[in-house]
T-cell receptor, first 114, second 110 residues
């Protein structure tokens, strides 16, 4: 079946612009995660949803970052007033059930802030 | 101290050899352990999960877990050039998120 999809795959933004990154999880997956991956590093947790509820947003680096999943399926990660340090690959992962923690990643969105 | 530590490599092995990748973690309550493979410019791909002490085999891959030593490893038998990638160790400590190491770059040369 279809995997996790993300769009856009690449985004170039001028510093100060707002961006919105979309994630479409595997059908039926309850849990959805956002991670940020800098070059040469492992992914770092940003936030987590179980259905439409955002249960953990402890990894969001600032209040410029906001995520939502209003109908428990598609999720959007929004970054307001982008800064150069926001440049990274943003990865979305989904999991069928929380208990097993097996997370499957989408292709990612590479964000470059000029 | 980082929560999940891996040698960044590169680990270079000849084709057909066994590649051994290691990972240590700091949180003793960690319950679930994963190995992801990441090709350059691609996203992480789950290749192994392990939840209890001992070995778990899947094809050419074997994951080994020792909770007392807080150590998890991945063995790749009969390594192929197509196995050349970065291997990420990830740990879940009973919460929702995965904690990743920085990854070990594996190079398999013909």
């Amino acid at each position: 079946g279809a995997g996790v999809s993300q769009s856009p795959r690449y985004k170039v933004a001028k510093r100060g612009q707002d961006v919105a990154l979309r994630c479409d999880p595997i059908s039926g997956h309850v849990s959805l995660f956002w991670y940020q991956q800098a070059l040469g590093q492992g992914p770092e947790f940003l936030t987590y949803f179980q259905n439409e509820a955002q249960l953990d947003k402890s990894g969001l680096p600032s209040d410029r970052f906001f995520a939502e999943r209003p109908e428990g399926s598609v999720s959007t990660l929004k970054i307001q007033r982008t800064q150069q340090e926001d440049s990274a690959v943003y990865l979305c992962a989904s999991s069928l059930v929380v208990a097993r923690y097996e997370q499957f990643f989408g292709p990612g969105t590479r964000l470059t802030v000029l | 101290q980082k929560e999940v530590e891996q040698n960044s490599g590169p680990l270079s092995v000849p084709e057909g050899a066994i590649a051994s990748l290691n990972c240590t973690y700091s949180d003793r309550v960690s319950q679930s352990f994963f190995w992801y493979r990441q090709y350059s410019g691609k996203s992480p791909e789950l290749i192994m999960s392990i939840y209890s002490n001992g070995d778990k085999e899947d094809g050419r891959f074997t994951a080994q877990l020792n909770k007392a030593s807080q150590y998890v490893s991945l063995l790749i038998r009969d390594s192929q050039p197509s196995d050349s990638a970065t291997y990420l160790c990830a740990v879940n400590a009973g919460t929702d998120k995965l904690i990743f190491g920085t990854g070990t770059r594996l190079q398999v040369f013909p």
